[in-house]
């Protein structure tokens, strides 16, 4: 053998080994977007409504959300607020929120016998019953539980962990595929016309390459709400302090209450055990909801906080706000015979972690950097649904008729073991992820072999 002849044998090896490792990396990104795309177009769509809960929800419901200022008016007492409420719908107060803004209305929560828990908006200035909602009955609300997939039960909302760990494997086996071999268009330019599939093929590349950082940032930053994972990173961040963060927790009498079950708290408090009110051994008065509002008004809790009425003899008044200003963030428990705070959380109280995932999930739902955030991640919302589309229009002009079209199997098969082995660092970090590649692989196997059958 000469040496032009073995030159020629090295270079056309390092070829079809490029090759087939192109092969390899498209069909798994393929067989990831085939998974995804789905979710992505649905969280995407219900995702980019809800960065705008607060106007659509304040313009859907003006009528129950919205009041006339009243300028030097003063307002109605809280407890009037509730007596008001519980006239109309007759039940047990269980929380009040206060008006956000001079033009808000308050919102009374009630468990009545016969419709469950209601939202009962009131008037501030002259506590006149508004109307009402079932709890937590907004449109965006609505969609919330759809982005969450809260409606089907906790095993759909499994689905959320898989579709995140998968959508990083598609940023990741996309961006190889996208990456510049030598060609001309389709990096960062769009070749050809919508009645070519080259058109549609630079679509979906220039729009992945360019939204597909936040495509992994809003599957890391909405891991913390998925089925095992997020459950089980929430344990872990919270050690065994009973989720307080480190340095908060004092010695007060705790109840087996979770923060969680008793008012909308942070992802980082879920976890937080409520404390017990002292007083009702001593046979003490309780000081009633106005006290209470006034204690969380001179403390300096930001205006449209949530007040859980306690309706025990041992619970506490909980005082708590999520603002867009993470800074802002607090809960406070009173004692609700004596008005003495017993535990006050802030953002600032919170661990590095607790800190960054609280960061991260404030920057996800469009809250951190005001409307700029909404508008940027509106635009990463709709860039999804339009690299889900393009990547239907593509595979349909690439699929031969009666063929699913998946991408064909490299030559050499052992290009597959390095590109598994990296899968398989993210089904360790991820397990819903590792077990669904695990099923990915068996499906694989199985249309290879029935492939193969149906050729002999």
């Not at 087939?20 to 219900?46: E, K, S």
């Not at 046979?283 to 909801?289: D, E, F, R």
Request: aromatic share 10%; with cysteine; glycine share 10%.
């Amino acid at each position: 053998m000469s040496d032009l002849t073995i030159g020629r044998e090295s270079v056309g090896a390092s070829v079809r080994s490029a090759s087939d490792l192109y092969r390899a990396v498209w069909r798994w990104h393929f067989y990831a977007g085939l998974l995804v795309l789905p979710f992505m177009i649905t969280l995407a769509i219900t995702g980019g409504l809800y960065l705008f809960k607060d106007e659509i929800d304040a313009a859907i419901h003006s009528d129950l959300k919205r009041v006339d200022v009243q300028p030097g008016a003063n307002r109605a007492a809280p407890s009037a607020m509730v007596a008001a409420a519980l006239a109309v719908h007759p039940g047990t107060a269980v929380k009040f929120t206060d008006p956000a803004t001079p033009g808000a209305s308050a919102e009374i929560t009630i468990g009545t016998e016969a419709d469950g828990k209601l939202a009962v908006y009131v008037n501030p200035y002259t506590a006149k019953v508004l109307g009402a909602l079932p709890d937590r009955g907004t449109v965006m609300w609505t969609i919330r539980y759809l982005h969450s997939l809260k409606y089907f039960g906790n095993y759909a909302r499994m689905l959320i962990e898989i579709a995140a760990g998968w959508s990083i494997l598609l940023v990741a086996t996309g961006i190889y595929l996208w990456w510049p071999r030598r060609q001309t268009g389709g990096v960062l330019s769009v070749r050809g016309t919508p009645k070519r599939r080259v058109f549609w093929r630079d679509m979906h590349a220039v729009t992945g390459i360019f939204v597909g950082f936040f495509i992994v940032f809003l599957a890391i930053t909405g891991m913390p709400w998925s089925g095992i994972w997020g459950g089980k990173i929430n344990e872990w961040a919270n050690g065994n302090n009973f989720g307080y963060p480190a340095g908060v927790r004092v010695a007060v009498p705790m109840s087996d209450e979770h923060l969680d079950h008793i008012a909308k708290t942070s992802w980082s408090l879920e976890q937080a055990q409520v404390p017990q009110s002292p007083g009702h051994a001593h046979h003490a008065q309780p000081i009633g909801l106005d006290a209470a509002v006034a204690t969380f008004d001179r403390l300096g809790l930001h205006p449209g906080y949530a007040v859980n009425i306690p309706t025990t003899a041992d619970g506490v008044f909980t005082g708590s706000v999520y603002p867009d200003d993470l800074t802002k963030q607090r809960v406070v428990h009173l004692d609700q015979y004596s008005g003495t705070p017993l535990i006050d959380m802030s953002y600032a109280d919170y661990g590095p972690l607790g800190k960054s995932l609280e960061w991260g999930i404030n920057t996800h739902l469009g809250q951190q950097f005001g409307l700029v955030n909404q508008l940027v991640l509106l635009a990463a919302c709709v860039a999804i649904i339009l690299l889900a589309v393009s990547a239907a229009i593509m595979w349909w002009k690439r699929r031969p008729a009666g063929s699913l079209g998946v991408p064909p199997l490299p030559a050499d098969k052992r290009v597959f073991r390095g590109l598994i082995a990296i899968l398989a660092i993210g089904g360790v970090l991820f397990p819903l992820v590792g077990l669904s590649l695990i099923v990915m692989l068996g499906l694989d196997w199985l249309y290879i072999r029935s492939r193969k059958l149906r050729s002999i």
